[in-house]
């Protein structure tokens, strides 16, 4: 009872039946994944590969309040993601998923940077294409799974977003962006598509006609220089459900970890 009066109270709703609506609104597919074994795609063989690329971590902090930070923790490569950091992305995502109290998430670099996409150095190693697209489908996997959880979910992007790191902004709700960030899709400047699943969900956030700006030109993205709904600059009305992201956005701001002010509304 408890909990659902402060669900309500985050959600804003006012009364129990409209508390359900926004359940239903926020209901989505928790499970299900893009690749199978329908697929040929064997999960267990790639989280063996993926786990001789060690470093970093992906840490998970669950906070009381049903607002959880997932945090890219790399920061002596820009917060790369290992090999081990895409399969303890995929353990969180799980975690999440059971968790079902959580309502909102918060996705965020360490260090005051987002992140820089695949690591090379295992990219490199990862040297034959049947291995580079299990990879890939791995990660469209726990993309996919992570933009379906039943919450709302922010990537508080601060730094660069570069390569994959834009792809995994692409699998929230919602971008806000710090002054000085940049969201970009560097994968032409390395003869690559975006393998993690980024450019699909690029055209349904943004349309196909900007999806192409943005992918083939490389273009960057800075706070405002992109429509609201892209950047995170919501207007004063917004729709409700923007609002319940800048509820949580402002709480995130008050725990201290974040200086974005100048880039929300006063
Ligand atoms: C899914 C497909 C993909 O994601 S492909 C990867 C796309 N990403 C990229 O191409 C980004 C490559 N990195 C860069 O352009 C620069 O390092 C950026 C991020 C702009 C930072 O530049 P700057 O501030 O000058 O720092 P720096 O270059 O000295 O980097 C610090 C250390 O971090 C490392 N680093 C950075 N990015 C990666 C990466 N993606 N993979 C592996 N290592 C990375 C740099 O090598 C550097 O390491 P070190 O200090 O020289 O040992």
């Not at 009872?1 to 985050?10: D, F, G, H, I, N």
């Not at 923790?73 to 959580?102: I, K």
């Not at 005051?112 to 580079?132: E, H, K, W, Y």
Request: proline fraction near 4%; include cysteine; charged fraction near 20%.
């Amino acid at each position: 009872m408890v909990l659902c009066a402060v669900r309500r109270q985050l959600l804003g709703c006012s009364s129990s039946s409209s508390c359900g609506a926004w359940a239903r609104m926020l209901q989505r597919q928790s499970s299900g994944c893009v690749y199978s074994s329908t697929h040929g795609f064997n999960p267990e063989e790639i989280r063996e590969k993926l786990q001789a690329f060690p470093g970093g971590s992906i840490d998970l902090l669950k906070q009381e309040s049903g607002v959880a930070v997932l945090t890219i923790n790399n920061p002596s490569r820009m917060n790369a993601f290992s090999g081990s950091m895409m399969v303890d992305l995929e353990e969180r995502v799980s975690q999440l998923e059971s968790w079902t109290d959580c309502k909102g998430l918060i996705v965020q670099g360490a260090a005051g940077t987002f992140c820089s996409g695949s690591d090379l150095n295992a990219v490199r190693a990862i040297s034959n294409p049947q291995d580079g697209m299990k990879m890939c489908m791995f990660m469209q996997n726990a993309l996919t799974r992570l933009l379906r959880l039943p919450l709302i979910s922010v990537a508080l992007v601060e730094g660069r977003a570069l390569g994959g790191g834009a792809e995994l902004t692409t699998a929230c709700d919602f971008r806000l962006m710090a002054s000085g960030s940049v969201i970009q899709f560097v994968h032409k400047h390395m003869g690559l598509v975006p393998g993690w699943g980024g450019a699909a969900r690029l055209v349904r956030i943004v349309g196909s006609q900007n999806a192409l700006k943005l992918l083939g030109g490389a273009v960057k993205v800075e706070p405002r220089s992109w429509p609201a709904d892209w950047t995170g600059r919501w207007s004063p009305g917004g729709t409700p459900r923007q609002r319940r992201v800048q509820t949580l956005c402002y709480s995130k701001l008050k725990a201290g970890s974040v200086n974005i002010q100048k880039d929300l509304p006063q």
